[in-house]
């Protein structure tokens, strides 16, 4: 895979010019300490901050996975599913050679033709998110928080009229960080009370819930985004993400783990087994009834606590659920137990169709 040269910043730089590289390339950056690499910075660790001329690179960069020049795709994949990366350090001998971006590992899936047998429809999440035109910024903002989501589609008389992301709201004043309520620890302002009219994007990249995943792939890269939204006649019906593709690419290898964990802070990797555990419990339970076939988490850091998302794939149907605690294994747990109980009413469901179905066919029959 190709290796490219992001910026590396020293642990000691100020954040501005971390924000400066990143406006720049589009690509978070490496942050290294005495010529090791500690971690990485991006968009989303730097919107919420309050003053980046101020902090330096080491409080804020993120711990994230590390490639080798002799890495594969799959440990690409892996290291990309982790977390939402735009780029990988490739470390060689304890320093960063360079790194591999997202678009080069697409391009590789692409080459390998590892996504042309999946549909749009096997993987993508629905429903979507939306909320009317008409919405405030706060009420957006509330909902992004409440749902744990980082975009909403937006909608007039129930067809798209655009996208709204966190990165749309957070970068609306470019060039005046100070004055934008990201920058001010969170203070209310004015801006709440604006209608989000002004800050959608109208170009929505869509998609066909019948289109391969290649197809896909080519248009997150022509577009340059990471997401799709799948329409049908004009109305959002889902959406599908690079970690959707991720996810997938994981799931076809042969001998891969029926569970996956993403988002998993570094100094919390010790609960991975025990996350991997109870959703391969799960599973185990799910499938004496049901064709099941992945379960992914998602956590996310949130202030003093942890959201947490999951997502069941069965031959049928997708399952999505999410829960929020002070605890990861106590989110991990409301989450699974969650998506448990909508698994099981849906099998009751179907057995009571059954019954009521076969009931009429003995009424024809007598």
């Not at 290796?3 to 642990?11: F, K, Q």
């Not at 002070?326 to 909508?342: D, G, L, N, W, Y």
């Amino acid at each position: 895979m190709e290796i490219e040269n992001p910026s590396i910043l020293d642990a000691s730089e100020p954040v501005s010019r971390a924000i400066n590289e990143i406006s720049r390339t589009g690509l978070p950056v490496i942050v290294t300490k005495d010529g090791k690499y500690i971690g990485l910075i991006d968009e989303r660790a730097i919107r919420t901050h309050t003053d980046p001329s101020k902090a330096k690179c080491d409080s804020l960069c993120e711990r994230a996975p590390s490639l080798s020049p002799e890495s594969t795709v799959m440990d690409a994949c892996n290291a990309f599913f982790a977390g939402r990366f735009k780029a990988i350090p490739v470390i060689n001998k304890g320093k960063v050679e360079g790194a591999i971006t997202r678009r080069t590992l697409f391009r590789e899936l692409l080459g390998e033709k590892m996504l042309t047998k999946k549909r749009v429809s096997e993987v993508m999440t629905t429903p979507v998110h939306t909320l009317d035109i008409s919405s405030s910024i706060g009420q957006a903002r509330s909902e992004m928080r409440r749902q744990s989501i980082r975009r909403v589609v937006v909608t007039k008389d129930g067809k798209i009229a655009g996208l709204l992301s966190v990165f749309d709201l957070a970068t609306a004043h470019t060039g005046k960080m100070q004055s934008s309520p990201f920058y001010r620890g969170g203070e209310k302002t004015s801006m709440d009370a604006q209608p989000i009219a002004s800050y959608v994007k109208k170009d929505v990249e869509t998609i066909n819930e019948s289109d391969s995943l290649a197809t896909a792939v080519k248009k997150m890269l022509d577009a340059r985004v990471a997401a799709l939204i799948v329409v049908d006649a004009g109305f959002p019906h889902g959406i599908v993400t690079a970690k959707d593709i991720l996810h997938c690419a994981l799931a076809e290898e042969k001998g891969a783990s029926r569970v996956f964990i993403s988002g998993l802070p570094h100094d919390k990797r010790e609960y991975a087994s025990q996350i991997e555990g109870e959703g391969e419990k799960l599973l185990t339970r799910l499938g004496k009834s049901l064709s099941v076939r992945t379960l992914a988490y998602h956590v996310k850091n949130e202030g003093p606590g942890f959201s947490v998302r999951a997502r069941l794939d069965t031959t049928y149907k997708s399952y999505n659920a999410s829960a929020f605690d002070f605890r990861i294994e106590s989110a991990v747990h409301q989450v699974t137990s969650e998506i448990e109980k909508m698994a099981d009413k849906d099998k009751k469901t179907g057995m009571s169709r059954k019954k009521v179905m076969q009931r009429a066919r003995d009424v024809v029959e007598e």
